[in-house]
């Protein structure tokens, strides 16, 4: 697949940090639903996983991670040691 066609499909929804704490602005929250594929003849192929609820799509370009990045998991314990 040539990555260059692939796009990713975010969800933009505006909501305020904290109720009652008198912020201005919402914060907005970008939420990753599905992927898009540019056609030979320059329209769009979308696959979704989520509807929005404005109803509001964004597309953007994928951009591949560096290869040295590694996503950090959480620790695991194999301390199988009753606890007294």
């Known amino acids: 697949m040539d990555q260059g066609k692939m796009k990713i499909v975010y969800a933009i929804t505006s909501r305020e940090t904290k109720p009652g704490s008198g912020a201005s602005t919402p914060r907005k929250y970008w939420s990753r639903i599905g992927v898009a594929f540019v056609n030979r003849d320059g329209s769009l192929s ?38 007294a």
């Open 46 to 83: 979308v696959k979704l996983e989520a509807l929005p609820v404005s109803g509001e799509l964004h597309i953007r370009d994928y951009v591949p991670p560096a290869p040295d990045v590694v996503p950090a998991r959480p620790a695991r314990t194999t301390d199988t040691r009753a606890i």
